[in-house]
């Protein structure tokens, strides 16, 4: 049987502006919110908008209330942007797989850029008796949030370069049992080559633009690795998140 998906017209609670790019929507949904999990993400839009669903990853809860952090990339998010607490929003979810979650390991957690949002739930969600490391990278200052390891593509926050820099000095200093990782695809090809490389379990959530989110029209299609064959699955339904040692790069 397969997970409970809910459609709801929910009310936006509060929102935060965390900077000029960056902001936080929050809506309530007591049944959403008993369901979700990290890793998991909704798809979205205003109620009577012409524009499709707009998929966003979870990125918190408290008790009823479910945030979402969103990155203003384009019209729609623009329009997100503009809501209110009171104002409606259609939600379909939550959608999707969740990441495993370990218990009394060395964790080490990877986000790029709008990465960052999965990456702060499944932190949030993790036994205490779990060590966490965290690796986040972003183009600049804007992109970068807080974590134990920051690497900016200009250098304005953090160390300048890219976050496969902290992942591999992680990795190479030894002792890590699992890695997650959320943002673009080159950060998480890297991600897996150095899991392989040296031993760690790895867990991946691809980005893609889920039109759906429920696994129907395939224009999220993936290859992936299994039982020594190639098949195509959706990121939005058999995923977001997956092994990354079965994932085929292109």
């Not at 729609?76 to 209110?84: D, V």
Request: hydrophobic share 35%; net charge negative; glycine share 10%.
């Amino acid at each position: 049987m397969g997970k409970r998906v809910i459609n709801q017209v929910c009310r936006i609670t509060r929102t935060v502006q965390i900077n000029d790019a960056y902001f936080e929507l929050w809506f309530s949904s007591p049944e959403m919110s008993e369901l979700l999990e990290p890793g998991q993400f909704f798809e979205i839009m205003t109620p009577g908008s012409e524009r499709l669903r707009i998929p966003i990853s979870a990125y918190d809860k408290h008790a009823d209330e479910i945030g979402m952090m969103i990155k203003i990339v384009g019209d729609g998010t623009r329009q997100l942007s503009t809501l209110k607490p009171g104002d409606a929003l259609d939600v379909v979810g939550p959608l999707g797989n969740s990441f495993t979650r370990p218990t009394d390991k060395r964790v080490l957690l990877v986000s790029g850029g709008i990465g960052y949002p999965p990456m702060f739930m499944l932190k949030k969600s993790l036994d205490e008796s779990n060590r966490i490391w965290w690796v986040h990278g972003g183009r600049c200052k804007q992109d970068a949030f807080d974590t134990d390891c920051v690497f900016t593509d200009d250098g304005s926050c953090g160390s300048k370069g890219f976050a496969t820099i902290g992942v591999e000095k992680a990795l190479s200093e030894g002792g890590f049992d699992w890695l997650f990782a959320c943002g673009p695809e080159p950060l998480l090809k890297r991600c897996a080559e150095l899991a392989k490389a040296y031993r760690v379990q790895c867990e991946l959530s691809l980005e893609a633009y889920m039109a759906c989110g429920i696994g129907v029209c395939y224009g999220c299609a993936v290859a992936i690795k299994e039982n020594d064959e190639i098949v195509y699955k959706t990121v939005c339904k058999d995923g977001p998140v997956f092994n990354g040692e079965n994932v085929v790069w292109k």
